[in-house]
């Protein structure tokens, strides 16, 4: 085992720089195995595409619990598809609409599918105009803020609260029990390389926040409101009375878990997504000032930000079965960590790939919000909303700029990241704001 090679789940140098990483993970080839772990990585954008199609050979059961824990039963025999359905229950969150497999999951989707349609956002779009001027005008009177916890988190926190229509009484809650939970992949509670088992087996001394178990005690009130009532004209009404494309009506358990997931999931890619694409209208030269003088460049802008620094660095698969990938057999259980940020930086699909360019060619076939069955519900609702927040900055402000004194300079930035191997999204994130004339 070549112990010096920097481990992805617990270096710091690797969470405030993964792509460097990356990169050398890339010249072992597209598909290679983790020296210090018994994983399976993928930085190849054909491969990880290929991959993500692939829902027949390979489960999501691990895409929440991750790939760190040993699997709860040991693989016995050539397709563990039935394995894994057998021990589903004792693999951590494996029944959230992104672990799930096959029909249970296409069951669940159908049920959302209706939440996040144009004509949906169209009718929602007055609030979220509205809450976006009143927020920057906030902040741009005021010169500045910490753009993460002053705009990021409460604004998308608030619009997917008013799309589902969590009630305005309870939407500071559910943001402060956000606020306090650790990030979905935390690498502060990550386990050494080797002591996987040993960490999965350890007593917990003390039980971290879950904001979806917290939420769920409310939506479950929501939701058998709604269903004890007739249909009436709102989301959480409809979600109560929706069916299975078989026409039969799922329990009440399952419609809360697909509401709380789908509140958390929705509103901390978005909230990240505002503070990553700060940081490149501020220092990529003269793009500031191009969206300035042209509104209707924003949403490009957007997609190349989700392309080079997306809010997901990775995804996670479970093997069922023995197959190839790339150059490499893959056997049953085999779990394989799919590097989002690496295919989107694959130099054999795109040109510069660790270049800025706007109005790239292809750009909206990069990977942020995944592919195949598994591709994200909220991605017409992350691109609608980030970039009604970006208009309203660029109409408010003469110029924004970033702290110096917190952040440096453009040419040396001083920048914190949350401590995750999930996700990627800056800590804090202090902007400096001049008013429009």
């Given at each position: 085992?070549?112990?010096?090679?920097?481990?992805?789940?617990?270096?710091?140098?690797?969470?405030?720089?993964?792509?460097?990483?990356?990169?050398?993970?890339?010249?072992?080839?597209?598909?290679?195995?983790?020296?210090?772990?018994?994983?399976?990585?993928?930085?190849?954008?054909?491969?990880?595409?290929?991959?993500?199609?692939?829902?027949?050979?390979?489960?999501?059961?691990?895409?929440?619990?991750?790939?760190?824990?040993?699997?709860?039963?040991?693989?016995?025999?050539?397709?563990?598809?039935?394995?894994?359905?057998?021990?589903?229950?004792?693999?951590?969150?494996?029944?959230?609409?992104?672990?799930?497999?096959?029909?249970?999951?296409?069951?669940?989707?159908?049920?959302?599918?209706?939440?996040?349609?144009?004509?949906?956002?169209?009718?929602?779009?007055?609030?979220?105009t509205a809450l976006a001027d009143r927020m920057v005008r906030g902040?741009?009177?005021?010169?500045?803020?910490?753009?993460?916890?002053?705009?990021?988190?409460?604004?998308?926190?608030?619009?997917?609260?008013?799309?589902?229509?969590?009630?305005?009484?309870?939407?500071?809650?559910?943001?402060?029990?956000?606020?306090?939970?650790?990030?979905?992949?935390?690498?502060?509670?990550?386990?050494?390389?080797?002591?996987?088992?040993?960490?999965?087996?350890?007593?917990?001394?003390?039980?971290?926040?879950?904001?979806?178990?917290?939420?769920?005690?409310?939506?479950?009130?929501?939701?058998?409101?709604?269903?004890?009532?007739?249909?009436?004209?709102?989301?959480?009404?409809?979600?109560?009375?929706?069916?299975?494309?078989?026409?039969?009506?799922?329990?009440?358990?399952?419609?809360?878990?697909?509401?709380?997931?789908?509140?958390?999931?929705?509103?901390?890619?978005?909230?990240?997504?505002?503070?990553?694409?700060?940081?490149?209208?501020?220092?990529?030269?003269?793009?500031?000032?191009?969206?300035?003088?042209?509104?209707?460049?924003?949403?490009?802008?957007?997609?190349?930000?989700?392309?080079?620094?997306?809010?997901?660095?990775?995804?996670?698969?479970?093997?069922?079965?023995?197959?190839?990938?790339?150059?490499?057999?893959?056997?049953?259980?085999?779990?394989?960590?799919?590097?989002?940020?690496?295919?989107?930086?694959?130099?054999?699909?795109?040109?510069?790939?660790?270049?800025?360019?706007?109005?790239?060619?292809?750009?909206?076939?990069?990977?942020?919000?995944?592919?195949?069955?598994?591709?994200?519900?909220?991605?017409?609702?992350?691109?609608?909303?980030?970039?009604?927040?970006?208009?309203?900055?660029?109409?408010?402000?003469?110029?924004?700029?970033?702290?110096?004194?917190?952040?440096?300079?453009?040419?040396?930035?001083?920048?914190?990241?949350?401590?995750?191997?999930?996700?990627?999204?800056?800590?804090?994130?202090?902007?400096?704001?001049?008013?429009?004339?």
């Amino acid at each position: 085992m070549n112990t010096t090679e920097r481990d992805y789940y617990t270096d710091r140098t690797v969470l405030l720089d993964p792509y460097d990483w990356f990169e050398e993970m890339r010249a072992k080839g597209p598909v290679c195995r983790m020296a210090n772990r018994d994983l399976v990585l993928v930085t190849g954008f054909a491969e990880a595409v290929e991959l993500l199609n692939n829902a027949a050979d390979w489960s999501n059961a691990i895409s929440v619990s991750g790939p760190l824990l040993p699997l709860p039963f040991e693989p016995d025999a050539e397709d563990i598809s039935g394995q894994i359905e057998e021990h589903r229950g004792d693999i951590p969150l494996a029944d959230l609409l992104v672990a799930k497999d096959g029909t249970p999951h296409a069951q669940s989707r159908a049920l959302i599918s209706a939440l996040f349609t144009p004509s949906r956002l169209k009718a929602n779009q007055a609030y979220v105009t509205a809450l976006a001027d009143r927020m920057v005008r906030g902040v741009v009177a005021q010169g500045g803020c910490e753009l993460i916890g002053a705009i990021a988190s409460p604004f998308v926190t608030f619009v997917v609260s008013d799309i589902l229509g969590v009630p305005e009484a309870d939407r500071d809650d559910f943001r402060r029990i956000i606020d306090l939970a650790p990030p979905p992949g935390n690498m502060e509670a990550a386990p050494p390389p080797g002591k996987e088992a040993e960490w999965a087996a350890r007593p917990r001394e003390t039980e971290e926040v879950n904001p979806l178990e917290y939420m769920a005690a409310y939506f479950y009130r929501y939701i058998s409101e709604r269903r004890a009532q007739p249909p009436r004209e709102d989301v959480l009404s409809e979600f109560a009375h929706s069916r299975y494309p078989d026409g039969t009506q799922p329990d009440i358990p399952e419609l809360i878990r697909l509401a709380t997931f789908l509140f958390g999931a929705g509103q901390d890619t978005s909230a990240k997504l505002i503070g990553n694409a700060m940081r490149y209208l501020v220092d990529v030269p003269g793009l500031q000032q191009q969206l300035r003088d042209d509104h209707s460049l924003i949403p490009a802008f957007l997609e190349e930000v989700l392309r080079l620094e997306g809010s997901t660095k990775v995804v996670k698969r479970l093997a069922r079965r023995a197959m190839r990938v790339g150059d490499m057999e893959i056997a049953p259980g085999t779990k394989v960590v799919i590097a989002i940020s690496a295919a989107n930086r694959d130099p054999r699909r795109w040109e510069e790939p660790h270049a800025f360019r706007l109005g790239r060619p292809g750009i909206k076939q990069h990977l942020a919000f995944g592919r195949g069955a598994h591709t994200c519900a909220g991605a017409p609702l992350a691109r609608y909303e980030v970039r009604i927040i970006f208009e309203k900055f660029l109409e408010h402000t003469r110029w924004i700029s970033l702290s110096e004194d917190r952040h440096g300079t453009a040419e040396n930035r001083i920048l914190d990241f949350e401590p995750t191997y999930s996700m990627r999204g800056l800590a804090n994130l202090h902007v400096e704001l001049e008013p429009a004339v």
